[in-house]
Nanobody, 126 residues
Framework: QVQLVESGGGLVQAGGSLRLSCVASERTFNFDHMGWFRQAPGKEREFVSA????????SYADFVKGRFTISRDNAKNTVYLQMNSLSPDDTAVYYCAALKMSGLVAPTDPRAYDYWGQGTQVTVSS
């Protein structure tokens, strides 16, 4: 069973930065996509960003473009999410996810993903 472990969440003031990490129990090149999602209280889980194994193509939700950067280090089986210019609207539990093989469901849809981490809380104060 694949395990994903997130870290790096915490409390930060508006305008600050955090870097989330997600370590996979197996090599990240085994996964077609690695993604980050978030879920705020009372809201559905939403796509934040994803990165492919092939050519490390990245995609972002519109609300994080220019502020967040996803990257991967296959030697460390780790995916990162650098978050800058954080606002209180970014407060949520952030989840790492891994997708083995792309199919009919878009990688922006959480249903496409096979494995999930336990989540890390990000709280941005105003």
């Amino acid at each position: 069973q694949v395990q994903l472990v997130e870290s790096g969440g915490g409390l930060v003031q508006a305008g600050g930065s955090l870097r989330l990490s997600c370590v996979a129990s197996e090599r990240t090149f085994n996964f077609d996509h690695m993604g980050w999602f978030r879920q705020a209280p009372g809201k559905e889980r939403e796509f934040v960003s994803a990165i492919t194994w092939t050519f490390s193509r990245t995609s972002y939700a519109d609300f994080v473009k220019g502020r967040f950067t996803i990257s991967r280090d296959n030697a460390k089986n780790t995916v990162y999410l650098q978050m800058n210019s954080l606002s209180p609207d970014d407060t949520a539990v952030y989840y790492c996810a891994a997708l083995k093989m792309s199919g009919l469901v878009a990688p922006t849809d959480p249903r496409a993903y096979d494995y999930w981490g336990q989540g890390t809380q990000v709280t941005v104060s105003s």
